[in-house]
């Protein structure tokens, strides 16, 4: 069955450069079939070989033997995708200013508390299971919410894609 595939902090600020051809080509090394991606901020499309946990924590291992950086590899399924975009609890007013954050894990009860601490202005945040559903009144460019801070207060990692990317990835995994 075909997963959604996201890593998490690439071709961004310079840092974790990752070629999308060479990202498809780890995956296809890896068994992966049907592989295609979309844009260039690591977001893949494919059939992976049977487990999908092993192949993302394959995925992972490649990329750093290959490239020198450790980035998480987060999947879900197409149905999964679909099910965290009709769950976003904000009002979309700009699909570019509102975000989903696919999770390795869903944070803890504790960690969502420290989470509220966080400053977050006019900026909106709501943790669904194993996503982070985030609204910038600004846009993402321009946010008053600390992404950093909270993330370090949720204590999972994870890789947020605005709506409009999210409804792309649903639509190529069709």
């Not at 420290?114 to 910038?136: F, I, M, N, P, S």
Request: net charge neutral.
């Amino acid at each position: 069955m075909k997963r959604i595939l996201l890593i998490r902090a690439v071709n961004v600020g310079g840092t974790g450069k990752l070629p999308m051809a060479q990202w498809r080509e780890l995956a296809e090394s890896l068994g992966a079939r049907d592989v295609s991606t979309y844009i260039a901020s690591g977001n893949m499309v494919c059939t992976p070989p049977d487990d999908d946990e092993a192949f993302e924590r394959a995925l992972e291992r490649a990329v750093e033997e290959k490239f020198g950086f450790f980035r998480e590899v987060i999947s879900r399924s197409r149905d999964e995708v679909i099910a965290a975009l009709e769950a976003h609890p904000f009002e979309i007013i700009e699909p570019k200013y509102s975000y989903i954050s696919f999770l390795t894990a869903a944070p803890t009860a504790a960690a969502i508390a420290k989470a509220g601490e966080v400053e977050t202005g006019d900026d909106r945040w709501a943790v669904l299971g194993r996503e982070l559903h985030l609204r910038y009144a600004n846009g993402a460019g321009r946010a008053q919410l600390k992404d950093a801070a909270l993330g370090r207060a949720l204590a999972v990692a994870g890789t947020a894609r605005n709506l409009n990317t999210v409804r792309k990835l649903i639509e190529l995994a069709a």
